[in-house]
């Protein structure tokens, strides 16, 4: 969906701040099927758009990628999306890409179907990055993706996912080289993209 034609629909998009009341499921490393532990890289993944089509990420083979659980209702939306549009258009033309995954598995703070979110991240926010079907991150029915990127890189507290807005860096080569928590904004970790760039 192209972000030029998409309008705003602000009936579902009231603004709740991440802590409250939430129940965070620490959990263990969930289980991975023999195909996901197969895995070497992002590259060898297939997702879903926002229509349902397939994408295989090796489409971005050679980019550096920041893959983020997004979410509409969260209180770290107002200031995460911003400034991945920032990093995004400071750094697409030396070889950046940002992948968005909304999910509402956390206090269900991404609520609206998936056209709703094109419509709300465009309009809004001006992405121009891929913004996905919306999946789950934790669980038995976790995008087999987000299975890859945590056995990577484990959190502090287990592999699960927190919350909202976990970032995971990927290099050229489709290796995760580094794990952010919600609470790291996209703009802190621009040196860490600029060295996986080659960008002084």
């Known amino acids: 969906m192209s972000c030029s034609s998409v309008r705003l629909k602000r009936s579902w998009l ?6 409250t009341n939430r129940t965070l499921v620490w959990g263990t490393r969930s289980f991975q099927s023999m195909a996901t532990q197969s895995k070497q890289s992002v590259y060898d993944f297939t ?12 489409k971005f083979r050679g980019k550096v990628l920041l893959i983020v659980n997004v ?11 911003p ?6 258009q400071k750094y697409k033309d030396q070889g950046l890409e ?31 990055y891929p913004v996905f079907a919306k999946v789950d991150v934790n669980g038995k029915k976790a995008e087999p993706l987000y299975d890859f990127l945590k056995s990577s890189k484990g959190g502090l507290l287990g592999d699960s996912i927190k919350w909202n807005f976990t970032k995971f860096l990927v290099d050229r080569e ?22 996986l760039l080659g960008v002084a």
């Open 174 to 195: 489709g290796k995760v080289v580094d794990r952010y928590a919600p609470t790291t904004t996209p703009l802190s970790i621009e040196k860490d993209i600029k060295k």
């Open 47 to 58: 997702v879903k758009d926002a229509k349902g089509q397939e994408v295989d990420l090796s």
């Open 83 to 88: 400034e991945l549009t920032t990093l995004y």
């Open 98 to 128: 940002i992948l968005a995954f909304p999910s509402n598995q956390f206090n269900g703070q991404e609520p609206g179907t998936n056209d709703e979110i094109q419509e709300f991240v465009c309009t809004r926010f001006k992405a121009e």
């Open 14 to 19: 009231s603004t709740r701040f991440c802590g």
């Open 71 to 81: 979410a509409s209702q969260c209180g770290f939306t107002n200031s995460n999306y």
